[in-house]
């Protein structure tokens, strides 16, 4: 433990893991009570924080949690070359040859779909890394698709990618083989279409740090952008090109039927640079106009409580300024919309929380929060522990650099891991523990000013939603004795917090009827939602809220929310593959899709 003794914390001899007390090395000495056991310390973590003078940091780096080692299934490959006669004539109605087949080794045979308890023909795309069979996507003749069940996730053709300088990403396997057909070597598909991009975790670094230039060759609909945007994201803006279809194309496959491979080359090579942050055409932003010119504003992300839901919705490249007085929950009311968030829509989370401080504390209350059960081997069952964590381990991500709590610090963490973790929402909790550096001759408002200027950036070029927590300094009191609501006026420092935020919160609670007041104090834009209040119940066993309309039963919400989605997934019945809220662990999906007689089949 030298790296505590460094800093004058003492560690009872013999202890190397666990949690201590022990002395804070800069306020006991000039306390009135010497001995007494301030420091909070996590050994397996090497954070510590003293709950008298606030001194806190991180010894050394050490993962909190380690990921256990997934097993994944591997189906077995026969070495079969044979590709029926109507598969190779499906494929070159679509301008793709046998030859193209051959290089992806793609195969055709019958696959058995459990949810119609039959048998179809099916297109069978195999997903190999280093030469190995790694995953089978099986695709009916109807675009009905399934991967194997517990295989692992990764990009089709990703061997393709090993010692190039470039690469070229796209939404489908048929997508894939076109530009294979046009000439072009190092071509991968995503295997999921435009939900998420969790496969890149394991890969990004081994398959694309060497990668000068990458190609992002999507579809060009609505999840296509959503889908171009996160790969961008992931692999920064200075080494993307985005390659486009025209106007009457959505893919690459349609554009090679219609144009011939020669004008699939010519969009190549007219693919464009990603505008620099800052510096834009309107043509730069031709793609997304056209689609709010056909589809209008779109609410954003929901998180399920209706009455609230119709005051505010989210989108990424915003910032939400929560406040409230403190004790009153707003923390518990950020973790409340995160956890939503990420279950309902995938979007991973990084925290900067070093009140929760050890890092366990908040990692304790999310598992609350995802499983619907109090933290504890005693009403928490260790299989639903297991894997909550397990979950936490893939979703979110603690921020705390050991010696530099500046904002740039915390930013600049961000940065890695929206590029290697994909993470999508940041939470600031609470703003006052961040280093404030005010430089000589600049006044407080003026530094908050350009602070929040810094965060609001961040939040559009990265695509990121980030909460800010900060306490209020102004708590007044009413005739009756107790608080009053505060503002984001009310918040210490300037009234930058109310102008420059995308959104504002206020937490309050009133201890007198024990109900929670969430207060939308302000959305910048109309179409995500209105400022009003509603009201909610805070559940003790698991710290959910529950929407609260002065009824006397209440309906709390303890369902294990890992659980839910997983069912919900099993459940899914539909006739157009959509990979909407599936997570990767549980990728096989079954699709109504009667068995064709050989005359209905296309190939």
Same mark, same amino acid.
């Given at each position: 433990?030298?790296?505590?003794?460094?800093?004058?914390?003492?560690?009872?001899?013999?202890?190397?893991?666990?949690?201590?007390?022990?002395?804070? *090395?800069?306020?006991?000495?000039?306390?009135?009570?010497?001995? +007494?056991?301030?420091?909070?310390?996590?050994?397996?973590?090497?954070?510590?924080?003293?709950?008298?003078?606030?001194?806190?940091?991180?010894?050394?780096?050490? +993962?909190?949690?380690?990921?256990?080692?997934?097993?994944?299934?591997?189906?077995?490959?026969?070495?079969?070359? !044979?590709?029926?006669?109507?598969?190779?004539?499906?494929?070159?109605?679509?301008?793709?040859?046998?030859?193209?087949?051959?290089?992806?080794?793609?195969?055709?045979?019958?696959?058995?779909?459990? &949810?119609?308890?039959?048998?179809?023909?099916?297109?069978?795309?195999?997903?190999?890394?280093?030469?190995?069979?790694?995953?089978?996507?099986?695709?009916?003749?109807?675009?009905?698709?399934?991967?194997?069940?517990?295989?692992?996730?990764?990009?089709?053709?990703?061997?393709?990618?090993?010692?190039?300088?470039?690469?070229?990403?796209?939404?489908?396997?048929?997508?894939?083989?076109?530009?294979?057909?046009?000439?072009?070597? *190092?071509?991968?598909?995503?295997?999921?279409?435009?939900?998420?991009? $969790?496969?890149?975790?394991?890969?990004?670094?081994?398959?694309?740090?060497?990668?000068?230039?990458?190609?992002?060759?999507?579809?060009?609909?609505?999840?296509?952008?959503?889908?171009?945007?996160?790969?961008?994201?992931?692999?920064?803006?200075?080494?993307?090109?985005?390659?486009?279809?025209? %106007?009457?194309?959505?893919?690459?496959?349609?554009?090679?039927?219609?144009?011939?491979?020669?004008?699939?080359?010519?969009?190549?090579?007219?693919? !464009?640079?990603?505008?620099?942050?800052?510096?834009?055409?309107?043509?730069?932003?031709?793609?997304?106009?056209?689609?709010?010119?056909?589809?209008?504003?779109?609410?954003?992300?929901?998180?399920?409580?209706?009455?609230?839901?119709?005051?505010?919705?989210?989108?990424?490249?915003?910032?939400?300024?929560?406040?409230?007085?403190?004790?009153?929950?707003?923390?518990?009311?950020?973790?409340?919309?995160?956890?939503?968030?990420?279950?309902?829509?995938?979007?991973?989370?990084?925290?900067?929380?070093?009140?929760?401080?050890?890092?366990?504390?908040?990692?304790?209350?999310?598992?609350?929060?995802?499983?619907?059960?109090?933290?504890?081997?005693?009403?928490?069952?260790?299989?639903?522990?297991? %894997?909550?964590?397990?979950?936490?381990?893939?979703?979110?991500?603690?921020?705390?650099?050991?010696?530099?709590?500046?904002?740039?610090?915390?930013?600049?963490?961000?940065?890695?891991?929206?590029?290697?973790?994909?993470?999508?929402?940041?939470?600031?909790?609470?703003?006052?523990?961040?280093?404030?550096?005010?430089?000589?001759?600049?006044?407080?408002?003026?530094?908050?000013?350009?602070?929040?200027?810094?965060?609001?950036?961040?939040?559009?070029?990265?695509?990121?939603?980030?909460?800010?927590?900060?306490? *209020?300094?102004?708590?007044?009191?009413?005739? $009756?004795?107790?608080?009053?609501?505060?503002?984001?006026? +009310?918040?210490?420092?300037?009234?930058?917090?109310?102008?420059?935020?995308?959104?504002?919160?206020?937490?309050?609670? $009133?201890?007198?009827? !024990?109900?929670?007041?969430?207060?939308?104090?302000?959305?910048?834009?109309?179409?995500?939602?209105?400022?009003?209040?509603?009201?909610?119940?805070?559940?003790?066993?698991?710290?959910?809220?529950?929407?609260?309309?002065?009824?006397?039963?209440?309906?709390?919400?303890?369902?294990?929310?890992?659980?839910?989605?997983?069912?919900?997934?099993?459940?899914?019945? &539909?006739?157009?593959?959509?990979? &909407?809220?599936?997570?990767?662990?549980?990728?096989?999906?079954?699709?109504?899709? !009667? *068995?064709?007689?050989?005359? &209905?089949?296309?190939?």
């Amino acid at each position: 433990m030298n790296e505590f003794m460094k800093l004058g914390i003492t560690i009872p001899y013999g202890r190397t893991s666990g949690n201590i007390k022990t002395k804070c *090395p800069k306020c006991s000495n000039s306390r009135h009570n010497k001995s +007494d056991r301030s420091l909070s310390v996590s050994l397996d973590s090497g954070l510590f924080n003293c709950h008298y003078c606030g001194y806190s940091g991180m010894a050394y780096q050490k +993962d909190e949690i380690r990921k256990a080692p997934k097993n994944y299934i591997k189906p077995t490959w026969n070495n079969r070359t !044979e590709i029926d006669d109507r598969v190779v004539k499906w494929f070159e109605d679509r301008s793709i040859s046998q030859d193209t087949l051959k290089k992806l080794r793609v195969t055709s045979g019958i696959e058995y779909i459990p &949810q119609k308890q039959k048998e179809c023909n099916v297109i069978q795309f195999n997903y190999f890394k280093d030469d190995e069979l790694i995953n089978i996507k099986s695709r009916t003749s109807d675009k009905c698709f399934k991967l194997v069940s517990g295989a692992e996730l990764i990009l089709y053709n990703i061997d393709s990618l090993k010692g190039e300088k470039e690469a070229y990403i796209t939404e489908g396997e048929c997508d894939c083989a076109s530009f294979i057909e046009c000439g072009y070597k *190092p071509v991968v598909s995503v295997p999921n279409g435009a939900n998420g991009t $969790d496969y890149l975790d394991d890969y990004i670094e081994e398959y694309f740090d060497d990668k000068e230039t990458i190609y992002i060759a999507v579809d060009t609909d609505k999840k296509g952008i959503q889908l171009r945007d996160d790969l961008v994201r992931r692999f920064g803006v200075e080494r993307c090109k985005i390659v486009t279809y025209g %106007e009457e194309c959505k893919d690459a496959n349609e554009h090679l039927i219609k144009y011939g491979s020669y004008s699939l080359k010519e969009r190549v090579n007219k693919a !464009e640079d990603i505008r620099v942050f800052g510096v834009f055409s309107i043509m730069d932003y031709e793609t997304e106009l056209d689609h709010l010119y056909q589809n209008g504003l779109q609410k954003g992300y929901t998180i399920g409580h209706d009455a609230f839901d119709r005051l505010i919705s989210f989108e990424v490249g915003r910032v939400c300024l929560v406040t409230g007085i403190p004790g009153m929950g707003k923390s518990e009311f950020v973790d409340e919309i995160v956890v939503l968030l990420n279950i309902l829509y995938g979007l991973k989370a990084a925290y900067f929380s070093p009140e929760n401080f050890p890092m366990t504390y908040l990692i304790s209350k999310l598992v609350s929060k995802l499983t619907g059960k109090k933290f504890g081997q005693s009403t928490l069952p260790r299989i639903e522990y297991d %894997e909550a964590k397990g979950y936490l381990n893939d979703n979110f991500f603690s921020i705390y650099p050991d010696d530099d709590l500046t904002l740039d610090a915390i930013l600049d963490k961000a940065k890695y891991l929206i590029k290697r973790k994909g993470v999508k929402m940041l939470v600031i909790d609470p703003w006052n523990k961040l280093d404030h550096q005010v430089p000589i001759g600049m006044s407080e408002t003026q530094y908050i000013s350009k602070a929040l200027d810094k965060i609001t950036n961040f939040a559009k070029q990265f695509g990121v939603l980030i909460f800010v927590v900060a306490h *209020p300094t102004k708590m007044k009191k009413g005739n $009756d004795g107790l608080f009053e609501v505060p503002t984001l006026y +009310d918040i210490s420092g300037s009234a930058h917090f109310y102008n420059k935020a995308d959104y504002g919160i206020t937490i309050h609670r $009133d201890r007198v009827r !024990e109900v929670v007041l969430a207060c939308v104090q302000k959305v910048k834009f109309k179409h995500l939602g209105e400022v009003g209040e509603t009201e909610f119940k805070y559940n003790l066993n698991n710290g959910r809220y529950v929407s609260y309309f002065g009824q006397t039963t209440i309906a709390w919400d303890n369902e294990n929310y890992l659980l839910k989605k997983r069912r919900q997934q099993e459940d899914v019945v &539909q006739s157009d593959f959509n990979f &909407q809220n599936i997570s990767q662990s549980d990728l096989e999906q079954s699709f109504l899709s !009667e *068995p064709l007689t050989p005359d &209905q089949l296309p190939f």
